[in-house]
């Protein structure tokens, strides 16, 4: 859930609203049930401030991001509190902290969410993890290397004001990418990516020119220079961030070794990641991995890149007698239809102007290059003179 309008991947509380109180009702009403969010419900990356998407985020920053999302979602949060108060103290809500809500971690967060809806005890914030009786839940970005947080140090301080100690990549983004995003959000939303970038090889193309400028030049001023406290240097990440751009691999990722590695530390039943937006499974040495599935509206290209097929929403339902899984069902659903300003009518619509930002940045970088070349003449003369 983002703040609302067409930028927003998801406007569609109303229909998550009923989705959720039909918990409340028919063969659900007599079991306690837990709601559990595993991450990202929130795109708090994705929300700017003033038009702008700072990556210094203290708790005002974060408050007002999440006012502008539940602005835009108040069917959401009715249902929370539906949902809760109908339960009669046997309904749980629980919002998992992903890469795209890290906000939740602030306290003053937790406590204006959980206002919003009800000001119920039995919504809860648990952090990177929940365990629910023989189920481990997390969203999956601690296995991704760009995106991990430092569970120890999910805070840093800057002039004595705590703020969110955020990824490498959860930077980037909001330092490369979202500066544009107003303008090429529904490029974020198409499938396979692949296919885009072979019907549409500029938009690649745009992006690769503006992380290499932001890599070899931004970050080390803001490193080097301004010593931020949030930019850090580690060859591990670096080299990470070269294959990424070598292979042009933008996709997040869930690594095997690193799951494996956390799955080691448990002895759970079942593990639900998100993170990946489809649904899936995975085995990991002995131990069962689902990957829940997410809401956000995506589509599929149709017809050479003139059609986008909306993908089904999934969850999944997992039920459980005592210390014991007993069922598991995948759902997907059918979500509710985009207004069509909304949508591009083809890959291309924005073709025209990926080529003027690739035209701007080619020619900064000519410019440059050429006033340099001129100022070593001019230096090579002088000394001659
Ligand atoms: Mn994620």
Known sequence: MGAGGALDDFPHSPFLGELIVDYTRGKWADNPIDLVFNGDCFDFLKTGVND??????????ALRK????LGAHSAFLEAIDTFVHRGGGRNTVHFVTGNHDAELLFPAVQRALRNACGGHELVRFPGFELNIGPVHFEHGHQFDPLFRMDPAHTFV???????LNLSWAAIGLLSIVMPMHPILYFYDRVLPRSLLFELFPDLRELFTALAWRYWTKDFWRGFLIEKDPLLRFEWTMAKEVIKRIAFRNTEVIIDNQNLADDLARGDYQLHITGHLHEIGYRQVGAQRVIQ???MRDEYFIGAGGTSFKPTLKGFVEVLI???DVVGLNTRELHGPVRPADHMLETILDLAPFVQEQLELLGDTTRQVAASQKQERIEAAESRKK
């Open 66 to 69: 999440l006012d502008s999302v």
């Open 157 to 163: 301080s800057r002039d004595a004001e705590p703020l």
């Open 321 to 323: 007698d005592g210390t």
């Open 52 to 61: 702008a998407w700072p990556y210094h985020i203290n708790k005002e920053i």
């Open 292 to 294: 829940s599935g997410a």
